[in-house]
């Protein structure tokens, strides 16, 4: 019997609000109960240099209550990073491993962290392991330089099914996980693999009259049955990080469409920041806009709450006590 959207959720076991921060120091004072709390699936340490003090800040300011760090991969100079140029996941200084565990381990329960590494380093799947051994929640942010369908590629779907957490992927067309056309392959011979897609290409894709793949931020309205749009649709193991640009971009090129896609969508769709911003408000915070997004788009209350809070603390598992 072929496994259903809903089966799929099924076999998964089972603060603050917005704060007018005054200065740095009121950010590390204790979080509230959050009468709405929000999960970020999507944040890094030393984000363009920024302290764990201002992500703290920007969290918190933000109304997020408990926040994934996506650590980067090795410093290493291979094809596979651009000669080094694309290291610290794409060249923003995105803290490694021992970093977002540290994070984690400084505010527990409002911190989890992820397990990464260069995604065809020999010894990518070892380095993985251990820090999902340690408590990691998810593998990636992945944003190299390879095929989507490599053999080391592969391997590290194989890990993400094997320790059951899920593994998120960076899609851009000619620069991060290459080949998102046939992708679809991936998602039909990994199904016990938990993929999350994100960034440009995968957030342009939504779109069916999107042909042109070097146009990353498309603008105007979007034709329903895009590929992206279809793998949501038909593959259980498919689900979507609204983080970044893209995402943003997505939900408000077209609010008619956006609407609809996040209804018909709705179990299926993640918030996240991926925000370098300091403050977590204002014009410069693309993480408060994707929050305001969601929160005027979703067609009901109990959407918006799936999309902000609730399909994540279900995907990931998290002890939120």
């Not at 109304?63 to 694309?86: A, N």
């Not at 923003?92 to 527990?108: F, K, Q, T, Y």
Request: charged share 20%; with cysteine; proline share 5%.
């Amino acid at each position: 019997m072929s496994m259903t959207r809903r089966n799929f959720l099924a076999s998964l076991p089972a603060v603050v609000g917005p704060m007018a921060l005054a200065s740095p120091l009121a950010a590390l004072a204790k979080p509230a109960v959050a009468a709405e709390p929000i999960i970020d699936i999507h944040q890094h340490t030393n984000y363009r240099d920024r302290s764990n003090e201002r992500l703290l800040h920007h969290q918190r300011t933000m109304g997020v209550t408990h926040t994934i760090l996506l650590p980067s991969g090795s410093q290493v100079r291979t094809p596979s990073t651009g000669d080094g140029k694309h290291n610290g996941l794409g060249g923003v200084a995105a803290g490694g491993n021992d970093s977002v565990v540290a994070m984690a381990e400084a505010h527990p329960r409002e911190f989890f962290f992820g397990a990464n590494e260069v995604t065809d380093l020999p010894n990518a799947s070892d380095e993985i392991a251990k820090y999902l051994k340690r408590g990691g929640v998810i593998i990636g942010e992945q944003k190299f330089s390879v095929e989507c369908d490599s053999r080391a590629s592969r391997r590290l779907y194989d890990l993400a099914a094997e320790h059951q957490v899920p593994i998120l992927l960076h899609f851009q067309h000619g620069t991060y996980n290459l080949g998102y056309e046939r992708f679809g392959a991936m998602l039909a011979k990994h199904p016990k693999t938990i993929f999350i897609g994100h960034a440009q290409t995968f957030w342009a894709n939504i779109d069916k009259n999107h042909a042109d793949q070097t146009v990353l931020y498309p603008k105007g309205p979007v034709a329903p049955g895009g590929l992206t749009d279809r793998y949501l649709a038909d593959y259980p193991n498919m689900f979507a990080d609204m983080s970044a640009g893209s995402g943003l971009n997505a939900l408000t090129r077209d609010e008619d469409h956006a609407r609809g896609f996040l209804e018909r969508h709705q179990d299926k769709l993640l918030y996240g920041s991926d925000c370098n911003d300091e403050f977590g408000a204002g014009a410069k915070c693309q993480g408060s806009q994707t929050i305001a997004a969601i929160r005027k788009l979703s067609p009901s209350k109990a959407i918006e709450r799936k999309l902000l809070f609730e399909n994540s603390k279900k995907l990931f598992r998290l002890n939120l006590a």
